[in-house]
């Protein structure tokens, strides 16, 4: 009778290996998170400083009603005349901020267009209640 002998296939696992591929891993996001800059907020803590943190200049401050007409510190403008207005400061000076009060009903495209302006001059612009 010709009965054959099982094979038996070994459990046994080579962990050598397993430990060069883990190494690689390891020394490769060692290098990799070196480089990585960290895209953080510059935020300044409160605390006393030596320097005034008072803008030297008031902000401007711009309001837009539920019908889409702008008003650039109390005097009725339009977008264009921001633009200029905005362009003329900031010749004169370095840094320019500015208030945006949007009504609650006013179009989003309205407020957009003064986000458009500021991001272009580099001003730093704050939404107001």
Not at 9 to 25: Q, R
Not at 73 to 85: K, L
Not at 93 to 122: C, F, W
Request: proline share 5%; net charge positive.
């Amino acid at each position: 009778m010709g009965l054959k002998k099982r094979q038996k296939v070994s459990a046994e696992f080579s962990m050598s290996s397993l430990t060069d591929i883990i190494f690689l891993l390891l020394i490769f996001f060692m290098l990799t998170s070196s480089m990585v800059v960290p895209n953080a907020l510059n935020l300044k803590m409160p605390g006393r400083s030596k320097t005034s943190n008072q803008p030297k200049y008031p902000p401007v401050e711009v309001r837009i009603d539920r019908s889409g007409k702008y008003t650039l510190d109390g005097q009725t403008a339009s977008r264009t005349e921001i633009e200029r207005h905005i362009r003329d400061i900031k010749r004169s000076r370095q840094k320019v901020s500015m208030v945006i009060y949007p009504n609650q009903t006013a179009g989003q495209e309205y407020v957009v267009a003064i986000l458009d302006i500021a991001y272009r001059y580099h001003v730093d612009a704050v939404m107001g209640d």
